[in-house]
């Protein structure tokens, strides 16, 4: 009697198939939602964002690491007339590579295009919105915590949120706080905050402050900063050295 060699084949073929589902299952586990990406150095820029206050500017730009070698210092630029002008210059301060900007006498009263340049190819743009001034209801967004923990409810795209906001066109976002929920890597997590929301910060006025997981806490307590020392910093101060917090 002759066995059929086709029961084998497709023990064998289910195997592979489930050898196979189980690497790229694993696979799929291991993504990092925080990993920071490779970008090349014109895209050094991640995000900015800006506040325009009694005639005073704040623009902060917020980038990637850079390399050795690289400038340690970055222009602000606004279109005025048509051309584009150099309104101010500052330097990157390496512990967060951020860059503030500070522009004093700006006139809010027209809607101003801007941009942020570092190096010879990098440039970050958006718009200045101008002070509405004449309405009668001003239009704020509210957001509280932007946790992509699993428990939270996981990393959930922003892109919904984000195509609202454009829709509503807003005179101020209002992020109030746990903009970062990771205790380990706030700078990851700042950065995934600006791509996730860079498409409408970047143009339109933005208050930013921050909570207790912010800086790497459960709750605050303060307590003059004293070093805590229990599980939830229940007894005062901070979880997170000073320079962290």
Known sequence: MIKSPFPRLLSITLAVFSLAFSSFAQKKKRVDPL?????????VI???????????????AQLYPLQEGEPRKAFLEAKLGGDWKKVAEAKV??????????????????ETPYRVRHGEKATYEGIIRRNPTE????????????????????????????ENIKRLQPDLLFFSGDQ???????????????RDFG???????????PDDHDVG???IWGHNGKKSNLPGASDGGYAMPVEYV
């Not at 301060?93 to 027209?110: A, K, L």
């Open 217 to 219: 806490q459960p709750n």
């Open 35 to 43: 990993a920071i990406p490779q970008i090349t150095r014109d895209q």
């Open 180 to 194: 970062v929920y990771d205790h380990r890597r706030h700078y990851a997590a700042w950065l995934r905050f600006g």
């Open 199 to 209: 498409e409408v910060i970047r143009n339109f006025p933005t208050v930013s402050i």
């Open 46 to 60: 991640c995000f900015a964002l800006y506040t325009v206050h009694e005639k005073t500017l704040k623009l902060t």
């Open 135 to 162: 309405k009668r209801e001003f239009v704020a967004v509210g957001f509280t915590g932007n946790s992509i923990n699993p428990g939270h409810g996981g990393d959930i795209p922003k892109k919904d949120l984000v």
């Open 93 to 110: 301060i390496e512990r967060g590579w951020t860059v503030p900007f500070r522009v004093e006498n700006w006139d809010d009263s027209m």
